[in-house]
């Protein structure tokens, strides 16, 4: 009897975490085969527009894999077509090998989730279930053990827990930043087919795009719960650089993409501030939550092309700084006060910023600051100058350029 493993999913593309828990799981389940089934059509989401298609992304999984031993890239699903159910798909294996020990791989967010899934009883008798983890806290791992107890008690389910080595990344991530042009985890082969064929935006040129396609790309870029605020700053941006006097295009573009690599973590941003040379401040290494604005506005210049001045605006648009343009203080203030936003003392912010903006960028500061002292948090020595700059027993009157 052999012991056969599963191991499905968009693999959209396949990266060294995907080829990392293929090991993991063939050693710690002493597998006999290991199959690799990328699905034609996954039920549970849409692949991203400009994606491979499924031959395609079969032949990425060949090259990913093509090195670990016993496994080997499935076809089945891609020539079943249609939505890749994982019953239908267990169905035809288990028929295929009657007497062997099927293993059914899935994330922890998987089992989490698998009481909704299609047939979760025929599931587990057609499969153990072996989970794997990415890192997660040991409070989720707790959570993961007593669903497992839960499945175990209420459909007879058999399951294995992995606590297996991993690589902290997703398919959502790698894709992000193959559309930054920043290093990623992929195979070599696997990246050089990808840049062939120009997919995830790789073969797109980017530079000075109009508005509408720009947005559609950043908003493609950030997680979906993050894109309202997006939507929200540019569109405040937009209204307020016709109020104050700047250009309303510059602030739409600049608000568009003010948190545009807001969604990669810690790992990724220290990546991007070493492809484009920044020279970090302690504060800023141990703080990568303040890296976004630096990374987002390298990227904006050199991915999109835009000008200094939409550079400088991103840059600065989460510590502030000491004499900031006009376009500056407009996405400081928009990004803080976006009609998305609701904490105490926002309002105020509304109401000063249509007639006094300095007055609502010294607001903003003032309540940053306040609530990171509250925290016990260290202050960006660029957000106390500006505030300084913008504290009103200064009496700057200058408003525009």
Not at 192 to 199: A, D, N, Q, T, V
Not at 250 to 278: S, V
Request: with cysteine; hydrophobic share 40%.
């Amino acid at each position: 009897m052999a012991r056969i493993g599963i191991y499905g999913g968009s693999f959209n593309p396949p990266h060294l975490g995907h080829s990392l828990a293929a090991r993991e799981i063939v050693s710690h389940l002493e597998l006999d085969r290991l199959l690799i089934i990328p699905a034609a059509t996954p039920p549970h989401k849409a692949l991203p527009a400009g994606s491979p298609d499924p031959d395609e992304r079969l032949e990425l999984c060949r090259l990913a894999f093509a090195d670990i031993p016993k496994t080997e890239v499935c076809d089945l699903e891609i020539r079943r077509q249609g939505l890749s159910y994982t019953v239908d798909t267990l169905r035809t294996l288990r028929q295929a090998h009657p007497d062997d020990e099927l293993f059914l791989m899935m994330g922890t967010d998987m089992l989490l989730s698998f009481a909704s899934w299609r047939a979760p009883e025929e599931i587990v008798r057609l499969a153990t279930l072996a989970v794997v983890h990415r890192e997660e806290s040991e409070t989720v791992w707790n959570e993961v053990r007593q669903k497992a107890e839960t499945l175990s008690r209420d459909l007879h389910a058999r399951i294995v827990l992995v606590e297996n080595r991993c690589v902290q990344i997703s398919s959502t991530t790698v894709r992000r930043l193959l559309a930054m042009g920043a290093p990623n985890d992929l195979e070599p082969a696997v990246q050089k087919r990808i840049l062939e064929r120009g997919w995830y935006l790789t073969g797109a040129d980017l530079k000075r795009l109009p508005f509408d396609r720009l947005a559609e790309i950043s908003l493609s870029l950030h997680d979906e719960k993050r894109r309202p605020h997006v939507v929200g700053t540019s569109r405040t941006a937009e209204v307020l650089a016709r109020r104050w006097g700047a250009d309303p295009d510059l602030a739409a573009r600049a608000g568009i993409l003010h948190d545009i690599t807001k969604a990669l973590g810690p790992t990724e941003q220290l990546h991007l501030c070493r492809k484009y040379g920044m020279v970090l401040t302690e504060l800023q290494r141990d703080n990568p939550k303040l890296l976004h604005a630096k990374t987002g506005a390298a990227v904006a210049r050199a991915v999109f092309g835009e000008p200094d001045e939409i550079y400088e605006a991103i840059y600065w648009h989460t510590t502030g700084k000491a004499d900031m343009s006009l376009l500056d203080k407009i996405i400081y203030i928009a990004d803080y006060m976006e009609p998305n936003r609701s904490f105490p003392g926002v309002e105020l912010l509304r109401r000063l910023v249509e007639t006094d903006l300095n007055a609502a960028v010294f607001e903003g500061l003032d309540q940053s600051i306040s609530l990171l002292r509250k925290q016990g948090r260290i202050v960006d020595p660029d957000s106390l100058a500006a505030w300084q700059c913008y504290h009103p027993d200064n009496d700057r009157e200058e408003q525009t350029e």
